[in-house]
């Protein structure tokens, strides 16, 4: 038998270095696999899983395997990527006790070391709460309330009726169309550009270049960073995120000092978020720095998204030809043919809405949802589970959106479950489009008049119906792959051509 004291001082400390390894190893793996927390009562339950590495979620659509495992473990589960537990939420009244009751300890964010490299630390999207995340979250807020958000309406109104006349022209291109309309509404309402923006301008393929990256670090355990986060401070890793930081930097950096040297020149630029920032710079306390990137945030965040929640919402309008009937049938009656609709018709259109709010969970934006992170232990009483303190928090807004109990038949696609008996709007039914509690989206006002104003001016403009020979990727839109989803929408004018353009180039004849 070998004995430790037999050994040269040299390979006893060997031996005994290689014990220490193995026991933190063990002590590590073993912390991660724990299925209780430090008071006793158990972690939601957790699929079976042998891998160091954590749970396998497929790079292609993962929130296709959390709902499986949620059908299968119940409305709450943890997986683990790396030694990080992750719990997931996938039902409705969940999410509701947890995110939306419990929102002040969820509104932290979890470290994501990878996209603190890809920002700098500087997107509010990232931001850890505390000082800085409050003075970003109460810039924005001021500025996209609803009643500063109905400002825009005049603005939406006039972009969206270029998306109509884009589409009469060039219909095949209907997916570069709505980018633009988003693009130019979210530079307008960021800088005050007044110029259109198409999405092949250098800015808006910088910016999409960016989200795509964002998109992939909020992968749980798409880098090593996230489990190992000193490996940021190696200076040959990570080079493609630092890299990216830099050209936003420089971009939003350009974006707001054009602005700045307009206001200092007298230029008249209309109101604008960066605007308000820049007059506002003493009271919001926020350094040149942060104003580069809030602003920018605020552009990257509204573009893609808002596209992609339109391109969602003309999809099932071509898939559903029924459905789409309906709602025309309610044009019809309520405005007729030879005016286009507005904002005013909103409340006497409750067919439109319901239908949005349908294409919107049938298809959720962001399926996975974005990570939220507890600041204290949180017991969930009706299986009482605990979260503890630390953990990071994702609702699946995949999984919620099959929650059969909320929304029977979740695979149907049937907006008449929004509406009440009484023909109305149902108040007691909502689906998490924007996400949740203190992190909820705070760009929702803006983005929902859009998609709004969007959907009710081609769906009155055009019967939408499919090119059966061409192949349909219903879940593109979802991964925002735009403009290169395959999506063959037809567009047939339901006014004569001549009607419609006389009808676009007057609109909006009323507010
Ligand atoms: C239909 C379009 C949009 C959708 C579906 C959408 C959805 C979301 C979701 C799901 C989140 C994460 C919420 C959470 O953590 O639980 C979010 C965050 C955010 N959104 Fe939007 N959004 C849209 C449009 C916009 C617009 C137009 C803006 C800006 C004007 C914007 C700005 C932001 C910002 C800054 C955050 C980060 C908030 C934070 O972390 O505190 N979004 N959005």
New binding site residues.
Partial sequence: MLLLSSLPISDNTQLVLDVAVCLVVVVVIARAYCPRSKNGLPLPPSPPNWRLMGHFLPPRNPFLTVAEWIDEYGPLITIRAGTEKVVIIGRYKAAVDIMEKRGGVLAD?PPMSAGQMLTGGMT??F?RTGDRFRRM?RA?HTH?QPKAAEAYQPLQMLFAKNTVLNILDDPSNFQNHVISYAVTT?LT?TYGKATPTSAADPEVRAVRQLMSVFRTVLRPGAYWVDTIPWLRYLPWYGRKLKREFESNRKLFANQMNRLRHQLQSHVDVGPSFGRYLLENEHLLGLSELEMHFLSG??FA??SD??AA?ICTVLMAAACFPVEQAKVQAEFDAVVGRHRAPTFADQQSLPLLCAFISEALRWRP??PN??P?RTTKDVIWASENYCIPAGTTVL?SHWAISRDSEVYPDPDVFQPQRWINDQGRLREDLAFF????GR??????H??NRS?WINSVLLFWAFQLTLDPTKPLDDMGFMRVEMPHVSCPIVFTPRVSDVELRRIMHNYPEVE
Avoid: M, Y
């Fill in positions: 964010r509010i999207a931001a979250r924005l996209l979210i309402v945030t605020f965040a509204g998204s808002s929640a934006l962001g949802g974005f939220h609702g489009v924007f996400g949740f992190r909820i989206c705070p760009g929702l803006l983005a998609v």
